[in-house]
């Protein structure tokens, strides 16, 4: 989604500012940019204990079962979530918990693919899974739960009046290792810019579009971006296209005005994250 950090209103206006609800024992922070998006930050989720150990999940109904740990994907109607599985605890006692949530969310009816605001649910001991494999994100809007060793579900509603809702199946993947923390992104013609990658790697967030576009059709600001398992991330909205190839600390791809109003044509990139 691209915002004018300029402009404030509710959630799904463009560079609206929304607080997340504070949850005991985890910070939380205020979303800067994008309408809805949510910052629950805090380390990645520690795995202490070898999957051999691993409890086993013991559904209402079917045959228990270990759940694959590691990083889990979906996508409905073009809106992508993720998360890591991993076990916290100690090693005589570990139990399931789910970290690093990220989803893409239609900021209204009817839904439009590159019309989006984020959730990131991100905290230190991450979210427990229950002994029947059910998630604990009701508070933050969320139901669903694990139905098998590479299955899961989560379900959340939408816009105004909860307008719509989406239902991910999510099945176990391997994600392209992408560090979070602050990135520079310089275009071929010379302009730089910094950005973020959070979300252990699954969202870049604040990336600032070119001059460039601003001169030729208006379009300013900046967009938010999901990163896939593959690495890429990609938006293509009326005026503007981009598309990103991540790496673990590098990456590559191109901005342009979507064909409206400019005939420059893709203004070349290549980011790099920065030292800590």
């Keep these: 989604m691209v915002h004018d950090r300029l402009k404030t209103g509710g959630c799904g206006h463009r560079g609206a500012l929304r607080p997340w609800p504070r949850a005991a024992g985890r ?85 439009v693919a590159y019309d989006y605001s984020e959730a990131v649910i991100d905290s230190q001991n991450g979210s427990p899974v229950g002994t029947k494999g059910q998630l604990s994100l009701t508070k933050f809007g969320y139901t669903g739960g694990f139905t098998g060793a590479r299955t899961a579900t989560l379900s959340t509603h939408y816009g105004a009046h909860r307008c719509g809702q989406l239902n991910w199946t999510l099945h176990p993947a391997h994600r392209t ?64 296209r981009a598309s990103f190839k991540f790496t673990r600390t590098k990456a590559t791809g191109h901005i342009d005005a979507g064909g409206k109003g400019c005939s420059a044509g893709s203004l070349a990139f290549t980011a790099k994250r920065l030292s800590s």
């Design 27 to 111: 910070r939380a922070r205020r979303a800067v940019g994008l309408g809805c998006a949510v910052a629950l930050v805090g380390p990645a989720l520690a795995i202490s204990a070898p999957a051999a150990s691993a409890p086993t999940i013991a559904p209402a109904h079917g045959q228990p079962f270990r759940p694959t740990l590691g990083d889990w994907e979906g996508t409905v109607n073009g809106f992508p979530v993720s998360f890591e599985l991993g076990l916290t605890g100690s090693a005589t006692t570990p139990h399931y918990a789910v970290n690093a949530i990220v989803a893409l969310i239609p900021s209204g009816c009817p839904a």
């Design 177 to 240: 290792a992408v560090q979070s923390g602050t990135w520079r992104l310089t275009f071929a013609n010379g302009e730089s810019s910094r950005f973020s990658v959070i979300g252990t790697g699954r969202l870049a967030t604040g990336i600032s579009l070119p001059r460039a576009l601003a001169t030729c059709n208006g379009t300013r600001g900046t967009i938010d971006l999901f990163i896939t398992a593959a690495g890429r991330a990609a938006t293509a909205r009326p005026t503007v």
